[in-house]
């Protein structure tokens, strides 16, 4: 391909985009599309400028994304010590998988009444309503890696000497950091969906909170601007992840398969 | 590797004890099966002396890699004693290596070359006189300029080499390999065969390996052991009488070698027949 091919090659990924915004924007004007709270993308735009302008969103942000971080931080390490005791310790694995296995499915929103009215309407709530949920996929995949460890690995530990906890240090938990952090990328779009859930139901804070602020008080252009930012801030999470995760896995399978042949 | 040259007295003593590295004395294996166990190895009985190159050959399911973890105690015999310089077998004994025929499973892919080659290194000395070892080790098997590498950055035979490094490392007086060069092309083989030549003339050290390939039971070693029939058993044993020094081309063409390689032949036929 030459040179100028390429940008033309990156682009294509905003051409679906940038005709749904345009036909949207003619056909709310055109008078096609006319529901009574359905604004305009330019309307839309003008909202998010606003919100910017006027400090609100970046406050809300923060409050959301904190909250995030730490769920996601939190759940990584909870889910990879629980994933690596079960899958080390094959008695816990067959008294308490059953359990996990019925926890994790129960949908974290279906708890949020109940951890409002046990616990009230604190960002301490709503992190932990993140925690619970975020966890899961991190338990399930530590613990899958775990018995994904060749079993020659554990030969080559017996015969160079290696203790049990050696064998953990040295083998077993370097051979599981990749099953881990597949989970940590679910976990922190996990925490994230819950965290802006949580502040819908419970909280007047983040982006969630304004977002029901603003269709209670029925101001359409401040609702979609914030059903915008949301979904940024979920769109760049997950690119950004993907990006982390590559980066701290140099040798991941993708690449591995180019020199062992 | 002074271990196996100096020997350690035995407890049962005697001049000609101190000459044998391995005793296995009819030795037999079941292993868990679906029902109950499955016999592998029945009425097992040969001697490795210290510094010997041992081939064992045999057709698949003859219990050739369960032989060979029998001796590297990562296996507990069912019936019968293995010993190894007159200390029975309980668990892998430090003093022994081992090089595993799948390389992408037995090499840790997040640490570099020369942290593979360290890491049976790093509980017992110094760092140091561990980047010494493991220097020397990987010049050794001519990897000097790999060690900052990755294992997934290697071809098969350098990851095998790896994997020799690493056992040359520990400085153990016997190395067991299974089917160490089976997944390998003709050249790298042949190539890496010398190598480990090379290895053990430098040190002395006694190898038992395990092969499919009659030519490099032969080429590589001072006895070959044929395993027949299910279960396995020893079905014979013949001594290659080759020259120390070993040539790919001249060593090949030598009477011997054909008289070894026709003898081998029968007898692998025969366990043919009787299975």
């Known amino acids: 391909m030459t040179a100028a091919e390429l940008p033309l090659r990156r682009g294509r990924g905003w051409i679906v985009p940038v005709v749904t915004v345009v036909a949207w924007q003619m056909l709310v004007e055109t008078g096609v599309l006319a529901f009574r709270f359905l604004p305009a993308p330019d309307q839309v735009a003008r909202a998010v400028l606003q919100v910017v302008r006027s400090g609100a969103l970046a406050a809300d942000l923060l409050h959301t994304t904190a909250i995030t971080v730490l769920a996601a931080m939190i759940a990584l390490a909870l889910g990879g010590v629980l994933g690596l005791g079960f899958g080390l310790l094959p008695r816990l694995r067959r008294n308490a998988m059953a359990s996990v296995d019925v926890l994790r499915t129960i949908p974290a929103v279906a708890l949020m009444p109940i951890a409002l009215l046990t616990f009230g309407p604190a960002p301490s709530t709503e992190l932990m309503l993140a925690v619970w949920a975020a966890q899961w996929p991190v338990v399930v995949s530590t613990a899958a890696g775990v018995r994904n460890v060749p079993d020659r690995l554990y030969d080559v530990a017996r015969m160079l000497q290696l203790s049990r906890t050696a064998t953990i240090r040295k083998i077993v938990i370097p051979a599981v950091v990749p099953s881990w952090l597949a989970g940590a990328r679910l976990a922190t779009i996990i925490a994230l969906h819950v965290t802006i859930t949580a502040e819908m139901v419970m909280a007047p804070a983040g982006l969630g909170g304004a977002l029901v602020q603003a269709m209670q008080a029925l101001n359409v252009e401040r609702m979609w601007a914030y059903a915008v930012v949301c979904g940024i801030v979920g769109a760049s999470a997950n690119a950004g992840l993907r990006r982390l995760v590559a980066a701290a896995l140099p040798g991941s399978p993708v690449d591995r398969s180019v020199g062992a042949r | ?275």
């Open chain 2, 1 to 275: 590797m002074s271990g196996a040259l100096t020997g350690k007295s035995a407890e049962a003593g005697g001049a000609q004890d101190d000459a044998i590295a391995y005793r296995v004395d009819r030795v037999g294996v079941r292993l868990p099966a679906a029902v109950s166990s499955r016999p592998v190895l029945r009425d097992v009985t040969f001697d490795v002396a210290r510094g010997e190159i041992v081939g064992v050959v045999g057709r698949s399911g003859t219990g050739k890699t369960t032989l060979l973890r029998l001796l590297a105690g990562l296996l507990g015999a069912s019936a019968g004693t293995v010993t190894l310089d007159g200390v029975p077998i309980e668990g892998p004994p430090a003093t022994v290596a081992m090089v595993f025929q799948d390389y992408h499973n037995a090499l840790l892919p997040w640490r570099t070359v020369a942290r593979n080659v360290a890491i049976g290194l790093e509980h017992r000395i110094g760092q140091e006189e561990r980047c010494r070892r493991v220097e020397q080790a990987l010049r050794m098997v001519d990897l000097q300029d790999r060690g900052a590498d990755y294992p997934w950055r290697l071809s098969g035979g350098m990851a095998q080499r790896v994997q020799i490094a690493r056992a040359l490392a520990l400085e153990a007086d016997v190395l067991l390999m299974d089917e160490p060069f089976g997944a390998l092309d003709a050249m790298t083989k042949a190539s890496l065969q010398d190598v480990l030549l090379g290895v053990h003339r430098a040190t002395g050290a006694t190898i038992v390996f395990v092969t499919h390939d009659v030519d490099e039971a032969i080429y590589l070693s001072d006895r070959v052991l044929v395993l027949a029939g299910t279960p396995g058993t020893i079905s014979a044993t013949v001594p290659t009488g080759l020259p120390t020094r070993r040539d790919q081309l001249t060593t090949r063409e030598l009477p011997c070698y054909l008289q070894v390689r026709h003898a081998l032949g029968q007898a692998l036929r025969a366990g043919d027949d009787g299975g």
